[in-house]
């Protein structure tokens, strides 16, 4: 895992630790392939039940990189049932902001699940940014 990927996934975990009615299973990375693959898969319990997260982390989320990863996050999901696609990035301009919202709209699941984002803020924080 590389630099910006272990923090964010500890952030991602930081995050989720807060929140008592989730038990996290695992946060694993996910190995290179000939398939795209996210860069990291949380399973969880959500009050008992299973849930993944699967998130995609970009060092540089300019919306010609964002684009792509919120489509792959997008196709990932209608193969993966209980999913929650995540995109994380350092930072995230509105237009990229905006990106999640539009991507989300054609996201199956209970309620059309929207790709959350998060971004790093001052002193290596993450911040979930609610489209």
Known sequence: MKGGES??????????????IIE???????????????DMVARLLVDGRPHVIVCEYKSNAQPRYARPALLELRDYVQRTPLATPVFMAPYTSSAVRQLCEEKGRRLP???????????????????????
């Not at 996934?9 to 807060?18: C, P, R, T, Y």
């Not at 996290?24 to 996210?38: F, G, H, L, M």
């Open 7 to 20: 923090r964010a996934s500890e952030a991602l975990q930081q995050l989720l630790e807060k929140i008592p």
């Open 109 to 131: 699941g209970s309620g059309g699940e929207r790709p959350h984002c998060l971004r790093r803020r001052v002193h290596r924080a993450y911040r979930v940014l609610m489209p």
């Open 24 to 38: 996290i299973k695992d946060i694993t990375s996910e190995a290179a392939s000939s398939q795209w693959q996210p």
